[in-house]
């Protein structure tokens, strides 16, 4: 179904619903003439609720068209006038005739034409009606006993019937053969495709058919005369709804019609069956019940299995962090999910491009629409809006019938943004290890981080970040703004700045011992040479002047003693220079 605001003539080329934002009565005829359906939008009108009332519809028609398309069962769509829908089943059953079908009412046999067109008024009505059997005559002249079941329903805008149609044909057959013979009864119970069950009064087991057998795996015999709800091993909550089911069509003498329950085949696997139940009476006397069933597992299963899809995936499109949206061949949006709403500004279904973004944004993305739908294929691309930047992908769809694209878009600026600073900190780091001068480095890093305003002060100012190492505090990293993961790269920095500042501080420390050091050593030099010779005068005054043996020999000793000590101070001189030359170098 295509919906487009109508503000030319032009626009009501192939349009389903047109929707009219001005009082323009020529457009107003027109649109009347050539659209299904007219949305006339006044001041007061609310033009995303009316839009969106169409799009619930076409969602909910499609899950409605998936189950219809694998039912068992005929199912036909139809008004007073005609038929809007019929299923494959329905098809087979009209065979290649079924386009010269006009009403469905044509199909039902005359005798039974005025009662059916009385219940049609009734569901039109929006009465609630028993399900109902009738004879219908097929094209190819086949006599088809229907249950009916029809209720009142919005097809594409307009009031309509869903019938959902099974063949009791055999059915049929069996009850007419069985008054007009009971020899031939059991050859057509027995051939039934459908589960026949006849239970007595208390529910328990007269006879089963062989489709009961195949369907349960249990033979007739192993049946006879117990429960029902034993041999099907039915839940207690459940037999007790079916028995109550029973006792009321037996209070209120009347056939019940499409009971759905689980049961338990003899094998323990489980299955769902649907059916009708039937009277069984001898000669007006209730003596018990007829149960027709089918095996529904299936079509049950593909039900709930698409209900559950559909709600998984509406989460997923709704609570995606990704942008996601999805717009029709002109680039008008037709739905957007919660990130994609929050990243525009406001809701954008029903919009277009150019209705959103700048001239130059807009005519971008609409082209890539266009190419995507026209050459089926997906569109990469990059681009920016606003100074934001975004990875986008389009990709072609095909949705009843109609071309669409899906817009799959990542904001990327706060990615680019962190990439950006990830690469300042990684040359800060480089800095930290080229510089030895506290000011200089100091210098370095503020100005890499000029962008973020940062300043290393005594102080903290605004967002601040310690810079300490060992319970020593070197100041504060200031910036003026920082966001969550910058923070953690900053604290990082400040502890690495902290590091650097210690290890200035302490080659500082060293080379100011060197210093010191060096001018110890050039005082002991100096000393050492004011007392050797000295030293050598006395050694040469004592071997002159002093006559006593013993009293000389105590002196030269000592002045012996006197000059080992200086070598050894020379030794420790020299050593202690060449370290010293080497530190300071």
């Known amino acids: ?234 839940e207690k909550s459940v037999a007790n709804e079916i028995f109550r089911s029973y006792n009321r069509a037996f209070r209120e003498r009347r056939d019940l019609r499409g009971l759905v329950f689980e049961v338990k085949r003899k094998d323990g696997r489980r299955i769902i069956v649907e059916g009708n139940i039937r009277l069984l009476c001898e000669k007006e006397k209730i003596i018990g019940f007829v149960g027709n069933y089918r095996d529904v597992t299936d079509r049950i299963r593909l039900e709930k299995k698409l209900k559950e899809s559909e709600e998984r995936y509406r989460k997923i499109f709704e609570f995606s962090p990704v942008l996601i949206a999805l717009v029709d061949e002109k680039g008008i949006f037709i739905e957007a999910n919660r990130a994609m709403v929050k990243s525009v500004g406001l809701d954008p279904v029903g919009k277009s491009h150019y209705d959103l973004f700048t001239k130059e944004v807009a005519e971008r993305r609409t082209k890539y629409v266009k190419e995507a739908i026209e ?101 504060y990293l200031c910036v003026k703004f920082a966001g969550e993961e910058e923070r953690k790269l900053l604290k990082t920095l400040a502890d690495d700045l902290a590091l650097a500042f210690k290890s200035i501080e302490d080659e500082n420390k060293k080379k100011e011992l060197y210093e010191r050091l060096s001018e110890n050593i050039r005082t002991i030099a100096y000393l050492v040479d004011k007392i050797r010779n000295p030293l050598a005068v006395v050694l040469a005054y004592a071997e002159i002047m002093i006559e006593d043996r013993k009293a000389k020999e105590k002196v030269v000793q000592q002045i012996d003693r006197i000059v080992e000590i200086m070598r050894e101070l020379d030794t420790s001189w020299l050593k202690s220079e060449e370290l010293a030359e080497k530190r300071i170098i």
């Open 1 to 234: 179904m295509k919906i487009t605001i109508i503000r030319r003539k032009e626009d009501l080329k192939d349009c389903d619903v047109a929707i009219l934002e001005g009082e323009n009565l020529e457009l107003l005829k027109e649109a009347k003439k050539y659209s299904k359906f007219v949305v006339f939008f006044g001041e007061k009108a609310e033009k995303i609720e009316e839009i969106k009332k169409f799009e619930d519809f076409l969602q909910n028609y499609e899950i409605f068209k998936t189950i219809a398309e694998r039912s068992p069962d005929p199912i036909v769509i139809f008004n007073a006038e005609r038929i809007l829908y019929t299923n494959p089943k329905a098809l087979e059953y009209a065979k290649s005739e079924a386009k010269g079908i006009k009403r469905i009412l044509d199909l039902v046999r005359p005798d039974y034409q005025s009662i059916a067109l009385e219940r049609m008024r009734r569901v039109l009505k929006g009465e609630k009606t028993e399900p109902a059997e009738y004879p219908c005559i097929m094209p190819d002249r086949r006599e088809v006993w229907f249950e009916t079941n029809s209720m009142l329903i919005n097809f594409k805008g307009e009031p309509a019937i869903l019938l959902i149609l099974r063949d009791v044909t055999e059915k049929k057959i069996i009850e007419k053969k069985l008054e007009e013979s009971g020899k031939k009864y059991k050859e057509f119970f027995d051939n039934s495709l459908d589960i026949i069950a006849v239970t007595d009064l208390n529910g328990h087991f007269i006879e089963v058919n062989k489709a009961f057998e195949i369907a349960f795996g249990y033979t007739n015999e192993e049946v006879k005369g117990r429960d029902f709800a034993e041999v099907l091993r039915l």
């Open 375 to 475: 050459k089926d294929k997906i569109i990469v691309f990059q681009d920016q809006r606003n100074g934001r930047f975004f990875f986008n992908q389009y990709i072609p769809l095909e949705l009843e019938g109609k071309k669409h694209c899906l817009i799959i878009s990542q904001e990327l600026t706060e990615l680019l943004r962190l990439n950006k600073f990830l690469r300042q900190i990684i040359e800060v780091g480089e800095t930290l290890a080229r510089f030895r001068d506290r000011k200089a480095l100091i210098e370095k890093v503020e100005t890499i981080l000029s962008e973020y305003s940062a300043r290393i002060s005594n102080k903290p100012e605004e967002v601040y970040f310690r810079i300490g190492y060992k319970g020593e505090n070197y100041g």
